[in-house]
């Protein structure tokens, strides 16, 4: 059984950070490819950063520059590192594990900037 954990989420001011973290387990995490992903209130769920078994990393437009993603394969963890917040990222961040077996889903941290 599959589980993922976010933790890290909060309520932070505009321009300052907040670091994200998704813990794995029952699952060949190394094999994965994971990502986080933001759904605002009346919006869908959107891709914000994603990284492969091997490393190589995507970023929405909006996030580039901003936010980084990383994972520790020793620890089963993913981590995404949000600095110069903006009001706009406020949405709820799950994270994400893909493997050719499927796709499962974390139940989300919320995340708060306040403007």
């Known amino acids: 059984q599959v589980q993922l954990v976010e933790s890290g989420g909060g309520l932070v001011q505009a321009g300052g950070s907040l670091r994200l973290a998704c813990a794995a387990s029952?699952?060949?995490?190394?094999?994965?490819?994971m990502g986080w992903y933001r759904q605002a209130p009346g919006k869908q769920r959107e891709l914000v950063a994603e990284?492969?078994?091997?490393?190589?990393?995507k970023y929405a437009d909006s996030v580039k520059g901003r936010f980084t993603i990383s994972r520790d394969n020793a620890k089963n963890t993913v981590t995404l590192q949000m600095n110069s917040l903006k009001p706009e990222d406020t949405a709820v961040y799950y994270c994400?594990?893909?493997?050719?077996?499927?796709?499962?889903w974390g139940q989300g941290t919320q995340v708060t900037v306040s403007s």
């Open positions: 990284i492969t078994s091997i490393g190589s990393t």
């Open positions: 029952g699952t060949m995490f190394s094999t994965n490819a």
């Open positions: 994400k594990a893909s493997s050719i077996y499927g796709s499962y």
